[in-house]
């Protein structure tokens, strides 16, 4: 849990306020509530393989979006929502794009706190990848063609499946809007749920903890974001970019919670930049 001490450089309040996306934009249920209705509207259009168990935990499920014709790439979307809210219901909203694409598309759930610690829930991401890995050729996806992305806490979740990735499954990976340091965020309301001390702030930090070797990354952030939320994405870019080629893109029009919804549209900055990182993994 928090100290109870204010973090260098900010009050309290201030700190909250930092961490608080919501904080910039006119209405946080408006967005929960799209989520859910696009969502469901791509389930409609395209009926998915739902609930595929990746681990052990009841919460480790999966909803899976197949392509015809076989040896496809995936998209595996790993939501946000501070570790402790959302779901992979609300999470499909993408499919669509992907499918046009010819590219198959997963909403992955996972355990939230505070009934699953951080650790439990980055394990959780971690079993998904190799699961999905092993049983892709079983929904005619190739496995070295699976690609994460994840927005806010998701960002962080995907940044912390790329450090335990030993065996390269992840091809390529996308981080919109995501908190890499989590240090600052232990002084904060969102603790309350998570239960941090500083060492398991340290070790779910991925800033900390790059590899040498990292696959093609994407890293974006919306215009409307709260200046701790661009200092952690100029951050991780920075650091990024002494490991591996990066594309990074802040997207002005967009803020921290609709910018997810141009991850597969080829008409859009961030659309574009995805599909040609995928589309650029030889197949076959």
């Not at 919460?59 to 040896?71: I, K, N």
């Not at 239960?195 to 800033?207: E, F, K, T, Y």
């Not at 997810?260 to 574009?272: C, E, R, S, V």
Request: glycine letters at 8%; proline letters at 7%.
């Amino acid at each position: 849990m928090s100290n109870g001490n204010s973090y260098p450089g900010f009050s309290r309040s201030d700190l909250d306020r930092e961490y608080s996306p919501s904080s910039v934009v006119p209405s946080l249920p408006f967005y929960l509530n799209e989520y859910a209705t696009l969502s469901a509207a791509a389930r409609d259009k395209h009926t998915p393989l739902a609930d595929l168990h990746y681990g052990a935990s009841p919460e480790a499920r999966l909803d899976l979006f197949p392509v015809e014709g076989g040896a496809s790439a995936l998209e595996v979307f790993v939501h946000g929502g501070y570790w402790q809210e959302v779901t992979k219901e609300q999470s499909a909203f993408a499919a669509p794009d992907f499918i046009a694409e010819g590219i198959a598309f997963a909403a992955l759930g996972y355990g939230l706190a505070p009934a699953h610690s951080l650790d439990e829930i980055v394990t959780m991401v971690c079993e998904a990848v190799t699961w999905l890995h092993t049983n892709a050729p079983r929904f005619g996806i190739d496995p070295r063609r699976i690609h994460l992305s994840g927005s806010s806490a998701g960002a962080h979740l995907v940044a912390m499946a790329l450090i335990r990735d030993d065996a390269r499954r992840i091809a390529g990976a996308t981080l919109l809007s995501g908190i890499y340091d989590l240090e600052p965020l232990r002084h904060t309301y969102v603790n309350d749920a998570l239960g941090l001390d500083a060492d398991a702030a340290l070790r779910n930090s991925p800033i900390h903890h790059l590899p040498e070797r990292l696959p093609p990354i994407v890293i974006a952030r919306g215009g409307g974001e709260t200046g701790e939320f661009i200092r952690q994405h100029d951050t991780m870019t920075a650091l990024l970019r002494r490991h591996n080629a990066v594309t990074e893109l802040v997207c002005p029009t967009r803020n921290h919670f609709d910018l997810p919804y141009d991850l597969g549209n080829p008409h859009t900055a961030l659309g574009k930049a995805v599909l040609t990182r995928i589309d650029d993994i030889e197949e076959g």
